[in-house]
């Protein structure tokens, strides 16, 4: 945290006021985040990585995602994994099983409840609706 709190000190940007700087830099945060976990749907970094790949602690950085997107971290990266399940289902690309070991699933049961939930129906009927 003092690195971080040095580096935002020192490197002088034009007419910046600090908390808009502090509020560009949390957002580019957010930002990076959101990329990185669409990156890789079946092996997402742990909190810790996140944090070391953002530049911030775990806790700052879970905190800080909370107050700007009103979801947490996992949350996200939940309805990331069950959308693009969705979108495989639905192309026909692949079965229930396939889509979610795809996204990360290693429970199929845990898929199907989890998707349930999102999207009001059972995974093996969705990929029949065209």
């Known amino acids: 945290r003092i690195q971080e709190i040095l580096a935002h000190t020192l490197i002088a940007t034009e007419d910046e006021l600090f908390c808009e700087r502090h509020k560009r830099v949390a957002n580019e945060r957010i930002d990076q985040v959101k990329k990185i976990l669409a990156e890789d749907l079946e092996h997402p970094p742990t909190l810790a990585e996140l944090g070391r790949r953002v530049g911030c602690s775990p806790y700052h950085l879970s905190r800080l995602f909370s107050e700007h997107t009103g979801t947490t971290i996992s ?20 079965n229930v099983t396939e ?17 349930a939930e999102m999207f009001g129906e059972c995974p093996c009927v969705f990929g029949l609706k065209k």
């Open 99 to 115: 889509a979610a070991t795809t996204v990360g699933y290693s429970s199929l049961s845990h898929f199907s409840k989890a998707f």
């Open 75 to 94: 949350r996200y990266l939940r309805s990331l994994r069950l959308q693009r399940a969705a979108e495989l289902l639905r192309e026909g690309h692949c």
